[in-house]
């Protein structure tokens, strides 16, 4: 059975822009872009986070010092109009950068260009775009 998974809806009435997605409001949902097209899911249910925590446990154990194992929110910006922020994914150290916050105080972590590893968990409102 598949755990439930927050809906996934996509913007793509126009091109957004990594700064367009960034001035959003921190609220109750994860914004992505993907070829311009703006990405909004919820926040995570219960079971997601056990299954991704639980995961994570295990391969920041397993990871060398000079890698780093994250869990959203990470930038992982693959282009100017393309921002993802995986489920959990692991980068060298020496590659990974703070997002700008509004309030001065250095942001979610970000990383330009492909990690060393990304997981997503597949859930059937977002597996086209997951797995595309």
């Not at 992505?32 to 446990?57: C, I, N, W």
């Not at 391969?59 to 100017?80: R, S, W």
């Amino acid at each position: 059975m598949s755990p439930m998974c927050p809906m996934t809806t996509i913007l793509d009435d126009r091109v957004w822009t990594r700064a367009e997605r960034d001035a959003l409001p921190a609220d109750k949902h994860r914004y992505k872009l993907l070829d311009g097209a703006l990405l909004v899911s919820e926040t995570p249910h219960l079971t997601h986070q056990m299954m991704v925590f639980g995961l994570y446990r295990q391969l920041a154990a397993a990871c060398p010092p000079h890698l780093l194992t994250l869990g959203a929110p990470a930038d992982v910006e693959l282009a100017t109009d393309t921002v993802l922020s995986p489920d959990l994914l692991i980068a060298r150290r020496d590659r990974l950068r703070n997002n700008p916050s509004t309030e001065g105080e250095p942001g979610a972590p970000r990383l330009a260009g492909p990690p060393e590893l990304a997981i997503e968990e597949l859930c059937a409102s977002s597996r086209l775009i997951d797995r595309g």
